[in-house]
């Protein structure tokens, strides 16, 4: 039975659709370096990632998912995938449709055990059209309150992974971090790497970093997500009996305020910062017309990215910062079921930074 029972544990194929996103990236990274998995990473442009068996493919089109990944034959499928489309409608037709297109495609093979989403605190927040507006739950978000009464493609996406689940046998899981920190290039969400930029254009012309904000998130608490964070808890919640079926927050378990926060990562740089006063500049009025001075640091520093605009996601940042009321998340759910991971969240920027300047993307 203990021979069997290691058989069976070496036999882990991972199909983590969204490999080149920083959610998918870092997941790659933490089964890799834990062993007994094989993985297999979705993209439309997937790169090369050591150990990992790429496939190239545009999950809107059902025909060419069928066809992709007809001879992978997943015990997990981590769907950690989107793509931002004009209206809270196409987001929905789109997303839900790629998520449904996925679990029809491995369906036939028969060795899915369990399926884990990434979504995020839109669920809570409404989704772009109605973000932060209206009626919302009070903070800290917890798992067990409703949904808003809105159309959100978080939604549709759960339900293409319950429908699938209940029609297949196998357990799901769904992962809700807020702002997530960590290493990607050209992703449509990226704080961190966006804040790197930034400062670094501060930094070179010789200017303040000002904050991008509303006042209350300013002055407000608030909590974000390392990338490696929710990678672990992805796993935990995959291979661990309690945690199947359930949704889960995840958020890095510190609390700060962005008026702290916003002098931490200037210090870092060595940038100065000014107090805000009133309500912040939007980033993306702060940053218009910078594309040449940073293809000016580029090749003064030697950079390896030239295009301000693939390391860059103002829009999203904006999003966050600008937000008018307090984000707080609760993680008791998970922690009662023995998730005890825990990352401060100045680190989690550090971290970032140093791997940013060790790759040549920011000097």
Known sequence: MGFLKEEFAMKKTALIVGISGIVGGNLADLLLAGGGWKVYGVARRPGKREGVIPV?????????ARAALQDVRPTHVFLTTWLRQPTEAENIRVNSGMIRNVLEAVSDAGTVRHVALVTG??????PFEAYGKGVLPATPFREEQPRLDVENFYYAQEDEVFSAAARDGYSWSVHRPHTIIGYAVGNAMNMGTTLAAYASICKELGKPMRFPGSSVQWNSLTDMTDARLLAKQVLWAATTPAAQNQAFNVVNGDVFRWSWMWKRIAAWFGVETEELQGEGTPLEEQLQGAEHVWKQIA???GLVEADLNILSSAWHTDADLRRPVEVVTDMSKSRKLGFAVYQPTDESFFDLFERLRADRLIP
């Not at 605190?121 to 409404?126: A, Q, T």
């Open 56 to 64: 190239a493919v545009d999950l809107q089109d059902a025909d060419a």
């Open 299 to 301: 090749e003064k520093y």
């Open 121 to 126: 605190l839109k669920h809570y927040l409404g």
